[in-house]
Antibody, heavy 121, light 108 residues
Framework: EVQLVESGGGLVQPGGSLRLSCAAS????????MHWVRQAPGKGLVWVSR????????SYADSVKGRFTISRDNAKNTLYLQMNSLRAEDTAVYYC??????????????WGQGTLVTVSS | DIQMTQSPSSLSASVGDRVTITCRAS??????LNWYQQKPGKAPKLLIY???SLQSGVPSRFSGSGSGTDFTLTISSLQPEDFATYYC??????????FGQGTRLEIK
């Protein structure tokens, strides 16, 4: 079964740091681009970051650029999101998702169950 | 960034109704448009990819159409399990993927 399981969320003070992990199983992790998407309480989905299959290329939403770093360890089948200088507005459920490339178009499938990050003093 | 605008933002309908949700892109995105369903407390689930292709395991009452800037998601006959929030997503720009604001489908 193709599965993604996030961990590492929790309560952190403004200005603090947190590292999220996303453990992949059931597919060849090293062959796929991966993404992080977040959802603030009661709000919509917002794309955060993506990384290519070998980790050599990344991109970020403007709102997190310079504060968040996406990375991966293909030997451990794990995706990471290092979050620094956290702000109250970073409070959200964070999802990891696999980028499935269909030869031309691409889409997100599957998604993990999400991990909640709360930034508050 | 490419902006995605969904309408309506919310919708009340009854079991058995035919429902259409629209999504408009701020520039042409060809067929790089996907639809997701999200239920409260759950992760999003892929319904439609590449504008009109039905994801495996998704009931055939769901369909998608459109290309360029205008897209639609149609549910031909609403079932109780279809009441959820629906999001469109453009994957045309791999440097910055964007979602619509969501359409909340509620029971009338």
């Amino acid at each position: 079964e193709v599965q993604l399981v996030e961990s590492g969320g929790g309560l952190v003070q403004p200005g603090g740091s947190l590292r999220l992990s996303c453990a992949a199983s059931g597919f060849t992790f090293s062959s796929y681009w991966m993404h992080w998407v977040r959802q603030a309480p009661g709000k919509g989905l917002v794309w955060v970051s993506r990384i290519n299959s070998d980790g050599s290329s990344t991109s970020y939403a403007d709102s997190v650029k310079g504060r968040f770093t996406i990375s991966r360890d293909n030997a451990k089948n794990t995706l990471y999101l290092q979050m620094n200088s956290l702000r109250a507005e970073d409070t959200a459920v964070y999802y990891c998702a696999r980028d499935y490339y269909g030869g031309d178009e691409n889409w997100f499938d599957p998604w993990g169950q999400g991990t909640l990050v709360t930034v508050s003093s | 960034d490419i902006q995605m605008t969904q309408s309506p933002s919310s919708l009340s309908a009854s079991v058995g109704d035919r429902v259409t949700i629209t999504c408009r892109a701020s520039q042409s995105i060809s067929s790089y448009l996907n639809w997701y369903q999200q239920k409260p407390g759950k992760a999003p689930k892929l319904l439609i990819y590449a504008a009109s292709s039905l994801q495996s395991g998704v009931p055939s009452r769901f369909s998608g159409s459109g290309s360029g800037t205008d897209f639609t998601l149609t549910i031909s006959s609403l079932q109780p399990e279809d009441f959820a929030t629906y999001y469109c997503q453009q994957s045309y720009s791999t440097l910055s993927i964007t979602f619509g604001q969501g359409t909340r489908l509620e029971i009338k």
